[in-house]
């Protein structure tokens, strides 16, 4: 059993910042072996893909609506991934999920375990 708890998300004025955490545990689960990517999903909106890391960290993507704003980064020693999000906008608004798979892809199918979510809600 794999399971991925996000948590930070909360309410922030537009122009300001999160930092949304993902802690991975699972007693067959690696880690440090694993792809970890961010989606996120408005209301009434499909799930759209956010940003991800590949198990070493050296290769990273975004979203273009996110690129240049947010930061993807893992420590491997804490099974934990970050996704810093600056200038956020009321656009940004939407529930975060984590997801764990075997490459770091831009597609749901990439990922193989989900989250639950943590909503971010960006005020104007």
């Known amino acids: 059993q794999v399971q991925l708890v996000e948590s930070g998300g909360g309410l922030v004025q537009a122009g300001g910042s999160l930092r949304l955490s993902c802690a991975a545990s699972?007693?067959?689960?690696?880690?440090?072996?694993?792809?970890m990517g961010w989606f996120r999903q408005a209301p009434g909106k499909e799930r759209e893909f956010v940003a991800a890391?590949?198990?070493?960290?050296?290769?990273?993507s975004y979203g273009s609506s996110v690129k240049g704003r947010f930061i993807i980064s893992r420590d491997n020693t804490k099974n934990t991934v970050y996704l810093q999000m600056n200038t956020l906008k009321p656009e940004d608004t939407a529930v975060y999920y984590c997801?764990?798979?075997?490459?770091?892809?831009?597609?749901?199918?990439?990922?193989?375990?989900w989250g639950q979510g943590t909503p971010v809600t960006v005020s104007s």
């Open positions: 997801a764990a798979g075997q490459r770091a892809g831009t597609t749901m199918t990439s990922y193989a375990y």
């Open positions: 699972g007693r067959t689960f690696s880690f440090s072996a694993s792809a």
């Open positions: 890391i590949s198990w070493s960290g050296g290769i990273r």
